[in-house]
């Protein structure tokens, strides 16, 4: 079936040890999400590429970056991980502004 | 900047019944409305999109209406089952081609 796979489920860092997120698609989509979800809180849209082009949020720390190196892989990359980034990060797919496709997510545990 | 509003935050109710999901958001210059759903440590789950132009949407026992004009989305969720526990989010996607995302209303459904 298409669809939207993130990879690991569960990741655990240690503080300030680099890690990286990955997600790939079978749907073809042209549009890459990553979300940051915390517990008992909405998503929040961390950037997104359209297309080739990147497009971060105002309030994205710097800490976070992304790659997407073709059409079905994009990578979510945490330089130096604090550990108030423990969290779920969501990937998530669309073609152009239509209905957006989630994976099941990874979550991160910064020690 | 669009904020967007879920209420009730929890919702309790006994297996067989009717009952509707409130989304409510302050810029109506949107180009769709999205309700997910969210088990407990798991990714979103697309249940209905909703394009600008359209007044609801259905799916099965999902019902989703949208008024632009007064900033409302509702979510109609027909005979109730222990299976649709779940939080649900509601999204509208605005015109950077990000979701906002609501609060969320937890739902518990009593056998």
């Known amino acids: 079936d298409a669809m939207v796979i993130q990879n690991p489920r569960y990741q655990v860092t240690q503080f300030g040890k680099p890690v990286t997120l990955s997600c790939s698609q079978t749907?073809?989509?042209?549009?890459m999400y990553w979300y940051q979800q915390k517990s008992s809180q909405a998503p929040k849209l961390l950037f997104h590429?359209?297309?080739?082009?990147?497009?971060n949020e105002a309030d994205t720390p710097d800490n976070f970056q992304s790659r997407r190196p073709n059409t079905s892989f994009c990578f979510l990359d945490i330089r130096s991980p604090g550990l108030g980034d423990a969290a779920m990060y969501l990937c998530a797919t669309s073609r152009d502004r239509y209905e957006q496709y989630f994976g099941p997510g990874t979550r991160l545990t910064v020690t | 900047k669009q904020e967007v509003t879920q209420i009730p935050a929890a919702l309790s109710v006994p297996e067989g019944e009717n009952l509707v999901l409130n989304c409510s958001f302050t810029d109506s210059a949107i180009y769709n409305l999205q309700w997910f759903r969210q088990d407990p440590g798991k990714g979103l789950t697309s249940l209905l999109l909703?394009?600008?132009?359209?007044r609801e949407q259905t799916s099965g026992r999902l019902n989703a209406s949208l008024d632009k004009s007064s900033g409302r989305s509702t979510l109609y969720i027909a005979a109730s089952q222990p299976g649709d526990s779940a939080t649900y989010l509601c999204?509208?996607?605005?015109?950077?081609?990000?979701?906002?995302f609501g609060t969320g209303t937890r739902l518990t459904v009593i056998p």
């Open positions: 749907l073809n989509h042209n549009v």
């Open positions: 590429y359209y297309d080739k082009d990147f497009n």
């Open positions: 909703i394009q600008s132009s359209q």
């Open positions: 999204a509208v996607i605005g015109g950077a081609n990000n979701l906002f």
